[in-house]
Structure formats: C-alpha cells, structure tokens
C-alpha cells in the first residue's frame, strides 16, 4: 500500500510515523516537502504531529496554506483518506477540511501522557475495524489539543456520528476526569462529512510495541491497511 507524509518545518512526528507506515505496510512512505506542489497517486495521507511553523499566530495555521495542503484537500475530495495526528488536526481544521479548532488546553500547559479513548464510530473507514465502545490506550503531547465548536456544528458532528473517538476512563467512562485537554464533550478525534479524513489528537503511531507501553497504536494502523488495500 502506497502511503504518503507531509513535511513541515517543525514537523517532529514524521520520522515516528514513517517507521509505523514502513513496518506496517512493508513499503516505504513518500516523504513530501510542504513546499511541492504535486502529490502524485497515493492510498494514504498522513499529516503528522509536531510544531509546524513554531505554532505562530495558531498551531496549524499557516501550514494549512501551504501548496501541499492545497493537494491534500484535492485528494481527500477524490476520496484518499487522510490522517492528521496531533498538529494534522490542528492544520485540518485550520484548512477547513474538518470542523471546529484546537486551541489551548485549559489549565495552560503542555500535557504529555497516555489516555484511554472509547471508539464512537464503526462505520468509517478509519474505525470500523473496531466495535463502537472499544477502549484503546494511546499517548497524547501537546499544549492545544482542546476541541472547540459552535453549538450548532457540535449538533451536527454528533447526530451525523462524526465523532470517531472520546477520551475516557479504563472503564469508557467519558466525564471530566479523563478529559485532560477540556475539549468539548471529550472528542478526541473527528471525521469529515463522507469518512475518508479523521483527525486526532493522540498519536497512535507512539503506541505500537510493548517497549514502548502498548500496541493498541499498531493495530490501529493494521486494522487500517486491511481496510484500504482490501
């Protein structure tokens, strides 16, 4: 399966996820410069974690007017899923290919820890793999991971069953102790109107040997490439 990653300066998660996507589909991932203008044919987009830009004026935002991002909106509109972790969900909502924003974590500081999310969504191409109330244990590392949206769109993500993942205790108990960023009804992850783009906080790509504290992370990945190459 052939998968691609866009890089920005201050992308630190790119290398992270190259090794997931080589070990996982045994073939080497396109490293993309933000720069290039052309992505070529690909099954797979991975927007990775990081800093891009240093995080100035908004985390995400001026990557998401990069020439790359302009293709990966092209893509995802013919259909190839798209996968931002962490900052790929930041700079996804700053291009508005998913709704809302990810502003700052409410007690002001950078969190950098494992947390438990409950799947909510088996439908979509990215979970449906797992069943709705799986519970999977992934890291998390940023300073504005709170997820944020109008009630109106809130109302929509949620009766459109647009939210692939809630933080939540060991238990899939969702409320205000495992939710370490404060972000609204404790999304942790959410998808586009048709399914082929998620973004999500936790890094999943940090989560995939034993020595590294589980594999929930690498079959999360595994799940993913029997569903796109079937």
């Not at 995400?60 to 509109?77: D, Y």
């Not at 790929?88 to 947390?115: H, M, S």
């Not at 439908?123 to 793999?129: I, V």
């Not at 998390?140 to 009630?151: C, F, K, M, R, S």
């Amino acid at each position: 399966m052939n998968s691609t990653i866009i890089v920005f300066p201050g992308s630190n998660c790119d290398r992270d996820i190259q090794v997931c996507l080589r070990d996982t589909f045994k073939l080497e991932p396109k490293m993309i410069w933000h720069r290039e203008t052309e992505i070529g044919p690909t099954d797979l987009i991975i927007i990775p974690g990081g800093f891009s830009f240093g995080d100035y004026l908004r985390a995400g935002c001026i990557a998401a007017h990069s020439p790359a991002i302009r293709e990966v909106i092209k893509h995802a509109e013919a259909g190839v899923p798209v996968l931002g972790i962490c900052n790929g969900f930041q700079i996804l909502c700053e291009a508005g290919v998913l709704p809302g924003a990810l502003i700052q974590n409410t007690d002001l500081k950078f969190i950098c820890r494992d947390v438990h999310l409950r799947v909510e969504n088996d439908k979509a191409l990215f979970t449906q793999s797992y069943n709705t109330g799986d519970i999977l244990k992934m890291p998390i590392a940023h300073h504005e991971g709170n997820y944020v949206t109008d009630p109106e769109t809130l109302k929509r993500i949620e009766n459109d069953n647009r939210v692939a993942f809630r933080y939540c205790t060991s238990k899939g108990i969702d409320n205000e102790n495992a939710n370490p960023n404060g972000s609204v009804k404790n999304i942790a992850g959410v998808l586009n109107d048709v399914g082929n783009v998620l973004g999500m906080m936790p890094h999943p790509e940090r989560m995939v040997a034993k020595v590294l504290g589980g594999t929930d992370g690498k079959l999360f990945f595994e799940k993913l490439a029997g569903k796109i190459s079937k």
